[in-house]
């Protein structure tokens, strides 16, 4: 067996397979296909201070290369889920993060100081690129200092690893990711959904209640790829990889272009036990590939040789 173990920053992982936020509910969800200490770790729906019931439906689409989806962060609220959803996580071994969004940056540090208190909670991711709300969410990637004040803000709230989860709709991503370096966050997750559109010719309508919705699947793999590329060799921050992943080869390639753990979204609606599938292939692929610890081939992809 190969030793897939890996690290970000200083927190180590079993594995580098999470599930992505929004994909896999709560947990319990998940824990019906398979156990969910076989997965590196598992990254909550979005929580935001009061309960949300999201936008209207049709809130998702299929798409040949991917999926839309408008659901506009619908979720319990923090409270609910320190009372009803965490006392579960407490005998998961994984590693464990909750996903915070928020209208304004008050909303967020409150989210992240209750969640403070939470006994079984390895880090928060915060979530600045959510393109389906009216406020909060997105705006944050696009104005540096409003971002730097929120990251600083969770950063004096949060002792747990604070990881700013990016929207690749930005004009240079590798300066937002220095601003979360320079502000005090851990990791950087990258990336959320792209807005994209889908429309019914028949009916002249768009499949989504909202026009226009998140994009993600394999056809946002190159985007994230490139993404995750430009900042590993700019920002001296670990990087979880997300977008479009549904092989083992999907992660090896997010590893090489620089991600130390990587995230699997949209493909768990393709096949639920999606997580413990990939771990096994991962194995495998590594086996077949000679590679002994997939940790060593973090960011080590090179250019091709050019011939004149
Ligand atoms: C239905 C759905 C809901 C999502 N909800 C959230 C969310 O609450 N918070 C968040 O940060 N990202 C959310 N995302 C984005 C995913 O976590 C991920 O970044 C994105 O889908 C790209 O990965 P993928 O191509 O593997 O799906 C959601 C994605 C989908 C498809």
Known sequence: ?????????????????????????????????????????????????????GNAL???????????????????????????????????KTRLFVNVAGSTADDYVECCRRLEQAPRLDGLEINVSCPNVKQGGISFSADLGDLAALVRRCRETTRRLLIIKLSPQVTDIVSVAQVCADEGADAISLINTIPGMSIDIGSRRTRLSTGIGGYSGPGIKPVALAQVYRVARAVSLPIIGIGGISSAADILEFILAGASVIQVGTYNFVQPDAGRKLVKELDQLCHQLGIEQLSSAVGTVELPVTTA
Do not use: H
């Not at 009372?83 to 579960?88: C, D, I, N, R, T």
């Open 1 to 53: 067996m190969a030793d897939l173990s890996v690290q970000l920053g200083e927190m180590s992982f079993c594995n580098p397979v999470c599930l992505a936020s929004g994909t896999a509910g709560y947990g319990p969800e998940v824990a019906s296909w398979y156990d969910l200490n076989e997965l590196g770790g598992f990254f909550s729906k979005a929580l935001t201070l009061e309960p949300r019931s």
């Open 58 to 92: 049709p809130r998702v689409c299929e798409l040949p290369t991917g999926m839309l989806n408008t659901i506009g962060l619908a979720n319990p609220g923090v409270s609910r889920f320190i009372s009803e959803q965490l006392p579960g996580w407490e005998e998961l």
